[in-house]
């Protein structure tokens, strides 16, 4: 039992890197990105490639997953800049579909459906499962943190500002003077490359990927997460996606004391379970458990003219 707590607790922090990256897109960026599963897919497989194939370190892994998968996300959003609402979320989940319908057809790089096994993981084989379980649970958290830390930093600095203004209303800041389509391209490469950086943890965990692993009901989950904690809120991201996964995880048990229902009947019933918490939720918070706070900064008072100041000097 301890063993699954840990694991699940390791996994809740993989989607919480994930939700940050979404929230740097959506969240902030305005860009409705359907196609999370495919950065995710792309970073775990790119790591896999070079620490399996080629003896890369695993350190160095992680960050080409992240440097490749930002490159990603430049590209698609070149290809997007000017697309919004449900023509971007169609392309960004055809983009996912493509890097899983390749992965599944070109075997000599990927193995195909059967996937690929014995991904190096830190000190696995040397340690007890245990252990291996703890040390990667503590190297979750400190990704979490250093990512949620980062992504602070982005929120107040001057690109988090533009990119809400973007969110907003990007003819208005095209009008203030900035390249909207570029800082739309940078927001997109950082959101990928944070998701292209969960997917190499994530690799790296379990030891093992294939394509069926990589479905869109992921999407849905980190999705679900943001809206939950807060959208445009890096702390509701992170606390969204552990209630997310303790929905899912306390679901599985209750379903199965429930007499009488098959194993599709209890899978479906855990999903209508989870939609519904869901929706309490956003019903008692619309806003989600932790929104998004934006200071606001009265104007200031406009300049005195020379008569209102001659009589502020008369006693």
């Known amino acids: 039992m301890e063993n ?51 003896g890369v370190p695993i350190g160095l892994g992680i960050a080409a997953a992240f440097v490749t998968t930002a490159i990603a996300g430049v590209v698609v959003a070149l290809v997007t800049g000017r697309m919004r609402g449900d023509y971007l979320a169609i392309v960004t989940l055809g983009f996912s579909e493509t890097v899983r319908i390749t992965a599944s057809n070109e075997i000599w790089l990927t193995n195909g459906t059967d996937g690929i096994s014995g991904i190096p993981g830190p000190w696995r084989g040397e340690v007890s499962p245990e252990t291996f379980n703890l040390i990667y649970l503590g190297i979750v958290a400190g990704f979490v943190l250093v990512v949620f830390l980062i992504m602070q930093r982005v929120r107040y600095a001057p690109l988090g500002r533009v990119l809400r203004g973007i969110r907003d209303d990007d003819q208005v800041v095209a009008v203030a003077g900035k390249n909207v389509i570029a800082i739309k391209a940078k927001a997109f490469a950082l959101g990928a490359g944070v998701l292209g950086m969960a997917g190499a943890i994530y690799a790296h965990y379990t030891s093992y990927i294939a394509p069926d692993g990589f479905v869109p009901l992921i999407t849905i989950y980190i999705v679900l997460s943001l809206t939950a904690g807060g959208t445009g809120s890096n702390l509701g991201a992170i606390v ?13 048990f209750l379903t199965a004391v429930v007499p009488g229902l098959e194993a599709v009947q209890q899978a479906a019933l855990r999903e209508f379970l989870i939609g519904a918490s869901l929706i309490v939720i956003l019903h008692l918070r619309p806003t989600g458990l932790f929104p998004e706070r934006i200071t606001r900064h009265e104007a200031p008072e406009p300049p005195a003219s020379g008569a209102a100041l001659k009589e502020r000097s008369q006693p």
Do not use: H, P, Q
Not at 14 to 33: E, P
Not at 243 to 251: G, N
């Open 240 to 252: 969204g996606a552990f209630l997310v996964v303790f929905f899912m995880e306390s679901t599985r």
């Open 4 to 54: 699954y707590l840990i694991a699940m607790v390791t996994f809740a922090g993989i989607y919480g890197i994930m939700a940050l990256g979404l929230n740097v897109i959506w969240g902030m960026a305005g860009m409705v990105n359907l196609g999370l599963v495919g950065f995710f897919a792309f970073g775990a497989y790119t790591t896999t490639l070079l620490t399996k194939d080629f």
